[in-house]
């Protein structure tokens, strides 16, 4: 019709996130993180000095990142996405994390045999009061005072 202007129309309508608000894993907490800041998951790889298909597993939740190479995860998101620790093990897992050391960088810096240390976790043996109260201590201490053990063998 000539008197009618075909303009076209543009509709617009918010995008929903695809993204938890609340996240509860891993990948959620680095999806939200990543959107948030506008990024790829090849350029937040690339902050994390991580593979881009590293991250990608991570984000979708196919893989996690081992205790000893979880500080660039704190870094990135500003904190640690882990639940409080309740367990002894899962002590154990959140030091590591906080300090970037493997398992027998731990038993070798408590002078203690990994499978030994493996063994008082599982709750196979019972911790004897004097090592109960070693590996306390090492839960307590300061990431300063614990320096040294980055330098110690990450293998036997």
């Known amino acids: 019709m000539p008197f009618c202007r075909q303009t076209p129309l543009t509709l617009k309508a918010l995008r929903a996130k695809d993204y938890s608000e609340n996240p509860q894993t891993l990948g959620e907490h680095l999806k939200k993180r990543r959107r948030g800041l506008g990024l790829f998951q090849r350029e937040a790889a690339n902050q994390m000095s991580i593979g881009t298909d590293t ?14 190479q979880f500080q660039p995860v704190v870094a990135f998101l500003g904190y640690d996405p882990t639940p409080a620790p309740s367990t002894l093990a899962a002590r154990l897992q959140a030091k590591r994390r906080t300090l970037g050391v493997t398992f027998s960088q731990v038993a070798r810096y408590l002078g ?18 004097d090592r109960a109260e070693v590996f ?6 300061e990431e300063a005072d614990l320096a040294p053990m980055r330098r110690l063998p990450r293998r036997r």
Request: net charge positive; no cysteine.
């Open 136 to 141: 306390e201590t090492f839960l307590a201490a």
């Open 112 to 129: 203690w045999n990994s499978g030994t240390l493996a063994r008082y976790l599982r709750g196979r043996w019972r911790m004897p009061p």
């Open 55 to 68: 991250y990608a597993n991570w984000e979708r939740g196919k893989t996690k990142p081992v205790p000893s």
